[in-house]
């Protein structure tokens, strides 16, 4: 009906296509809940692209501005879903070539202003706010690719908040995976869903061949890696690696890539030079995550000078998380003392929300281990902040016990 009657007719009698216009009594198309004329109608940036916009709300969010910041951050999203209504969702049915392209560009740019509204309500304090959002967007896009990659984003969110039941719930709503082309929402299902080691490969070496670009398909390629290292595959997910490193070698600007190339490198071989190679890798990429996920699995293998090493720097300028992770470190290596002066030197009013649970076990931890009655009280007053889904597992619960002194408990149990 839109194809044969959306046309306006002009003086001159000629036909112009009509635009899709969005209309202020319906939800906002950033998510909602308010309608767009009470939300975002008022605040759509005309002229300026979206690299400004987010370089603003990064400033909004370190000064302090943290209602400006999503306040535009929903405003930009909004611009966003409104753009692929009037063009992605109006050349589905018309113009398959160039609907495809536009899908492929939107993916990723949607899931980036996703991302940057994402950070600004958990600075705002209202990340509840998060999933019910994206489930709205995934009803209203108009665009069926577009719609699965917003469910994965809320699956992804909602089993990294450890909800991991309700993330296959979510996921369940996509339908047969065998249908889905989408790199997310297939990674993510082989995380949350009860099903054989030989289907979860099978949807990992899916998501391999669906992505649509290399970031993507390397992502995808990692997780089917890290699946076959749990398989004790490790003969298989080498000739993985190597191809991945190939790749990688040829283009520039992707550090990140390679430097988690070479920690899965060093995971499969557990050589020294690997070991080397991963270290001098992770220590020249900008990203900090990175830094930490390989200090993480440094720690749980046991190298706790190495992930000193990786750290060093972040300790220096007093980053959180990585004290934090040194904190762990040396409370496992027996250095109880400089495990306690590293924690007390965390300042607790730096360490954001989505940090208070391992905030919460190292103080737990320090207290427990050093015998230190004011850490003590400190970490039984995070507990009281966290959420409940996070206070009842049964790792805290034993934590929880230990810290209330209760001979039941046993204190080596939650370390």
């Not at 995550?289 to 046991?302: N, P, S, V, Y």
């Not at 207290?367 to 597992?393: E, G, Y």
Request: charged share 25%.
């Amino acid at each position: 009906v839109w194809r044969k009657q959306g046309f306006v007719q002009l003086p001159d009698g000629q036909a112009l296509r009509r635009v899709w216009e969005p209309d202020s009594l319906d939800i906002c198309y950033c998510g909602g809940p308010k309608r767009f004329a009470e939300c975002c109608r008022g605040h759509l940036p005309a002229k300026r692209n979206f690299s400004e916009i987010s370089d603003e709300i990064d400033e909004a969010l370190s000064s302090s501005r943290i209602a400006f910041a999503e306040q535009s951050a929903r405003a930009v999203l909004a611009r966003y879903v409104i753009w692929i209504k009037q063009h992605t969702a109006a050349t589905m049915n018309v113009a398959n070539d160039l609907h495809v392209k536009l899908v492929d560009i939107d993916v990723p740019a949607l899931e980036t202003h996703v991302v940057v509204l994402h950070d600004a309500l958990e600075a705002n304090e209202n990340l509840a706010s998060f999933v019910p959002q994206l489930r709205h967007l995934a009803s209203i896009i108009g665009v069926p690719a577009l719609s699965v990659r917003l469910t994965a984003l809320a699956a992804r969110k909602l089993l990294l908040s450890g909800f991991e039941r309700e993330a296959a719930t979510e996921l369940e709503k996509l339908g047969n995976l065998d249908r889905i082309s989408d790199v997310l929402a297939l990674t993510t299902a082989a995380d949350v869903f009860t099903i054989s080691p030989e289907r979860r490969e099978q949807i990992l070496i899916r998501a391999c061949t669906v992505a649509s670009c290399e970031e993507e398909k390397w992502t995808a390629q990692f997780a089917l890696v890290e699946h076959m290292l749990d398989a004790g595959k490790q003969s298989e997910a080498l000739p993985i690696i190597i191809s991945i490193m190939a790749e990688l070698a040829k283009v520039r600007g992707h550090t990140g890539f390679y430097s988690e190339a070479c920690v899965l490198r060093w995971r499969v071989t557990k050589t020294e030079s690997d070991l080397r190679a991963a270290m001098d890798a992770v220590g020249r990429t900008q990203d900090m995550i990175i830094r930490h996920r390989f200090a993480e699995i440094l720690i749980d293998e046991g190298g706790y000078q190495e992930a000193e090493q990786v750290l060093a720097a972040d300790i220096t300028n007093g980053e959180p998380v990585a004290k934090l992770l040194i904190t762990d470190a040396r409370i496992r290596s027996g250095g109880r003392e400089s495990a306690r002066e590293l924690f007390l030197s965390i300042e607790r009013a730096n360490v954001a929300r989505k940090y208070l649970h391992p905030y919460t076990v190292a103080a737990a931890h320090v207290a427990v281990f050093c015998n230190d009655s004011v850490i003590r009280d400190l970490a039984l007053d995070c507990f009281k902040q966290l959420p409940v889904a996070v206070t009842i597992a049964q790792g805290m619960q034993e934590l929880l016990k230990v810290l209330q002194g209760s001979d039941s408990a046993d204190p080596t149990a939650s370390a």
